[in-house]
């Protein structure tokens, strides 16, 4: 929906030495029987910084995401085993890792999960890449289900989660499906209209971004991949904006699939017919049209219909 300009939201208003190395090789693996504390050893169930590449150097161990590491002592998180860096803190000096957790462990170039990121599957040793390699400054442990690029929502079934590129704070958020379409769809329909207006729109925004999960290629300008923008370059989403209309709107057509021969709609919209102009062809909703037509006592189904030929509505 990049080309949307004349939608509602306009109207609505619109981040030691060489000896002491193998010291801390040795160091580096604990008995399975060890509880997992940070103590400058990697155990089962944590995540590891290394000082040097391979492995190499005093480690940092980790049970659990961590947003900032702090950058000066003696607050900082900071190396803690025997070998070179040790004492130094954590922040843009790690250049190698051990992922001992069960989970996929993203490592950030920024502060706060954001910028550039390199995952590490479980069990995963390694070397941080070029662009993290003494830039890493966050670290977070990703909850099951899809990482990195992949959706797991097919034609039939909506994705668990969708990719937003938050445009303002410079990051990619992976967000429950469910969520996101309850805190678009007051952003872009009024939630004081019609039940059946709602829930015509509920159907457009879910379908609009299961769409792009389904077929998105975008990436950031740093190469992390995304699904839709939080603007009105996609659909306009702000966490913690759902209402209490909408979301029963979204509630009582969740198990409804909008297609066109068999696949997920591309299902654009605009303000009005007019608004719409050329692109009122099929293919576009007219936002006060589904008012208009729903305070005329249409069904959603009717509304969608009318404005987008040749689909079908089913589970």
């Not at 190698?96 to 996929?104: A, D, E």
């Not at 706060?112 to 003494?134: I, T």
């Not at 923008?229 to 913690?240: E, F």
């Amino acid at each position: 929906m990049s080309t949307r300009t004349a939608r509602l939201i306009s109207r609505l208003s619109a981040m030691t030495a060489a000896m002491a190395l193998g010291a801390a090789a040795l160091a580096a693996v604990a008995s399975p029987a060890s509880a997992a504390t940070r103590n400058g050893t990697c155990e089962s169930g944590e995540f590891c910084y290394y000082f040097n590449s391979g492995n190499q150097g005093s480690l940092s161990d980790f049970t659990g995401s961590v947003a900032d590491y702090g950058a000066e002592q003696p607050s900082c998180y900071d190396f803690k085993s025997a070998g070179n860096g040790k004492g130094k803190c954590v922040k843009n000096a790690a250049a190698s890792v051990w992922n001992r957790s069960g989970k996929t462990v993203r490592v950030y170039y920024n502060s706060n999960y954001g910028g550039k990121y390199q995952d590490f599957k479980a069990g995963a040793k390694g070397n941080l890449n070029s662009s993290l390699k003494n830039q890493n400054a966050s670290h977070k442990f990703l909850p099951s289900g899809p990482t990195g690029c992949k959706t797991d929502g097919t034609q039939t079934k909506p994705p668990t989660t969708i990719l937003v590129y938050r445009v303002s704070l410079g990051r990619v958020e992976r967000v429950a499906f469910k969520t996101y379409v309850k805190n678009v769809l007051p952003n872009e329909w009024v939630s004081s209209w019609p039940k059946e207006s709602l829930r015509s729109g509920a159907m457009a925004v879910k379908n609009f971004g299961w769409y792009w999960a389904l077929h998105s290629t975008n990436k950031t300008s740093w190469g992390e991949c995304f699904d839709v923008y939080d603007t009105t370059s996609s659909q306009v989403y702000k966490p913690g904006s759902a209402k209490a209309s909408t979301s029963a709107a979204v509630d009582a057509t969740w198990g409804t699939r909008m297609t066109r021969g068999g696949k997920i709609l591309q299902a654009h919209y605009c303000s009005t017919t007019t608004a719409c102009g050329g692109w009122g062809d099929g293919d576009w909703l007219s936002q006060y049209g589904s008012r208009d037509k729903a305070g005329a006592g249409w069904s959603y189904s009717r509304i969608l219909k009318y404005y987008y030929s040749g689909i079908a509505l089913g589970s």
